[in-house]
């Protein structure tokens, strides 16, 4: 059963990649990884993997969160050291990356394997690419019903941290005790069960409040 479910994505990876043939623009060999969503190409410059999110790692000033490590060596096997194809969606983001949506020289798109394969779940950002996202969301609730990836003990993990708020504008959701979800305009207001509801419906956790459990949250 495990194969098959693997291969079935794989499937996925490739007939979405046809879709996206008329994206790339440029071409550039991978040199290193910053984390699970970040690349940094022979130029120098950092590349952030567009509408998809990966636990971030940890640093001095935060804990590593659960999986992180896990799509950072993820990403390094399918492109450290070879060659992809970018389509820029944004030349350069508050952190000046290059924000890109990116594909292997087999013409699988990357992001689209994160989130097939659970490593990362998907970032809205702007709607000028909203069939884009649609698939990706896509992708994901297949991921999640399928527990591939961090979803398998992220799911059971959301299931008993309470009910979450989204904000229908920007497609994130916050704990219900952040202060910044008050902040949210009423008209904008959607309410989850839980954040797992927020998940399956193409919301994304916002990065001001924590959600997302750390490795050690998890393991105990």
Known sequence: MVKKRIFFLGILCFLYATALSAFADTTHVVTAIVDGDTLILENGKKVRIAFVDTPELGDKKRKQQYFSSIAKKFIGSKVLGREVSLQKIVANDRYKRLVA???LRNGCDLGALLVQN???FVYPHGMKQ?????ELEKLQKKAMD???GMWDKIIPYFKNTGSVIGNRRSRRFFALDCKFSKEIANKNKVPFISAVDAFYNGYAPARICKLWPNDTEILE
């Open 146 to 148: 399928a527990r591939v």
């Open 130 to 134: 909203s069939s884009y996202i649609t």
């Open 101 to 103: 949506i990116v594909r």
């Open 118 to 120: 659970g490593m990362a």
